[in-house]
C-alpha cells in the first residue's frame, strides 16, 4: 500500500490474527495487566473521557471483544444518567442506550459476555454484542453516534477499509476515536521500551500464556504500525474532521480522534 507497512502478506495476517487471539482469550486480561503494569485501564479510562457519552447514545466498541471499553461506557452512561434523572425524571433515555461490541473472533466475545455476567451486567439490554469484521461493518450508513476502537486497528488487514467503514456508520458529529500502542520517539526511554518489548513481553507471553510467538507478534506488529503522525493522516484521508492525537506514556500508546462532518 502507499503506507509502506504491509509486510506480511494478507491471507497470513488474519490467519494469524485468528490464532493470536484464540489461543490468548483465556489468560488475556492477566496478560495486559502484566504488560501494562495496570496501566491499560487508565488508557481506555481516558479514551472513553474524551469520547462523553451520554444517555441515549448509540454506540460501536469495534474489536470490543472482552469489553472493557464497553462496561466502561455503559458505567459512564449510567451515571450521566442517573443525574439527568433527577431532574428530567425520564428513564425511557438511558433504556434506549445501544452499545454494541463488534468482534471478529467468537472466543473473545464469550470472554466478554462472560465478563458481564461477572459485572452484573448479564441482562442489561444496552450491551449487544455482535461478531463481525472491522472492514465490513453490519450496521447502517449514519447509525452510530459514536465509534471507538482499543487495541484492535493494528491488527485489522485492511486498515483504511476499516477508517472508510467507521466514516460510514457514524452519524454527522459523530465521534471516532482510537487507542493504540504507537511509537515512542524519546532517545533513552526509546532504547528501554525496545529492551522491554523485544525481550520481557515475549517472555512474559512464554511465562504467563505459554505461548512465546503470539506475543513475538504482538511487538512486530507494532512496529510496523504507522507512526502517530502518519495514521492522522489516514483518518483524514478516511473522510474525518478535525483529526488530533494524544501521546500517553510518551508515545507508548496514542488516542487519536476525528469528527464526522
Ligand atoms: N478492545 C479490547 C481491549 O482493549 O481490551 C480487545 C483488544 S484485543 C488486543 C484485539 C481484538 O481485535 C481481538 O478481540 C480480535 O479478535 C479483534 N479483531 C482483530 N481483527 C479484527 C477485525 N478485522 N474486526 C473486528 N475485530 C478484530
Redesign the pocket.
Known amino acids: 500500500t502507499s503506507f509502506g507497512y504491509k509486510e506480511v502478506r494478507e491471507e497470513e495476517k488474519s490467519q494469524m490474527?485468528g490464532n493470536v487471539?484464540t489461543s490468548v482469550a483465556s489468560s488475556y486480561d492477566l496478560m495486559?495487566d502484566l504488560m501494562s503494569g495496570g496501566l491499560h485501564r487508565l488508557w481506555?479510562e481516558r479514551l472513553v473521557s474524551k469520547l462523553n457519552p451520554f444517555p441515549g447514545m448509540k454506540h460501536l466498541d469495534?474489536?470490543?471483544?472482552?469489553g472493557?471499553?464497553a462496561f466502561r461506557i455503559l458505567e459512564s452512561i449510567n451515571n450521566v444518567g442517573r443525574r439527568a434523572m433527577r431532574d428530567i425524571h425520564d428513564d425511557n433515555v438511558l433504556d434506549e442506550t445501544q452499545i454494541f461490541v463488534?468482534?471478529?473472533?467468537p472466543n473473545?466475545l464469550n470472554v466478554g459476555k462472560k465478563r458481564a455476567q461477572e459485572r452484573g451486567f448479564g441482562d442489561n439490554k444496552s450491551l449487544v454484542w455482535v461478531e463481525?469484521?472491522?472492514?465490513a461493518l453490519k450496521f447502517e450508513d449514519g447509525s452510530m453516534d459514536g465509534y471507538t476502537i482499543?487495541?484492535?486497528i493494528r491488527?485489522?488487514?485492511h486498515i483504511e477499509k476499516a477508517l472508510a467503514e467507521a466514516h460510514r456508520v457514524l452519524k454527522r458529529g459523530g465521534r471516532f476515536l482510537c487507542l493504540e500502542l504507537s511509537h515512542v520517539e524519546l532517545p533513552i526511554f526509546k532504547d528501554l521500551y525496545d529492551y522491554y518489548s523485544f525481550s520481557v513481553i515475549p517472555a512474559l507471553g512464554e511465562l504467563v500464556a505459554g505461548d512465546r510467538e503470539s506475543y513475538q507478534y504482538l511487538v512486530e506488529s507494532v512496529r510496523r504500525f504507522p507512526s502517530q503522525e502518519k495514521f492522522a493522516k489516514m483518518i483524514a484521508e478516511a473522510g474525518f474532521d478535525k483529526v488530533e492525537y494524544e501521546n500517553l506514556v510518551g508515545g507508548v500508546v496514542a488516542i487519536h480522534s476525528g469528527l464526522k462532518f
Not at 463488534?102 to 473472533?105: A, F, L
Open positions: 490474527v487471539f495486559n481506555k469495534v474489536a470490543g471483544g472482552t472493557d471499553v463488534c468482534d471478529i473472533n473473545m463481525g469484521d472491522a472492514e482499543a487495541f484492535g491488527n485489522v488487514t
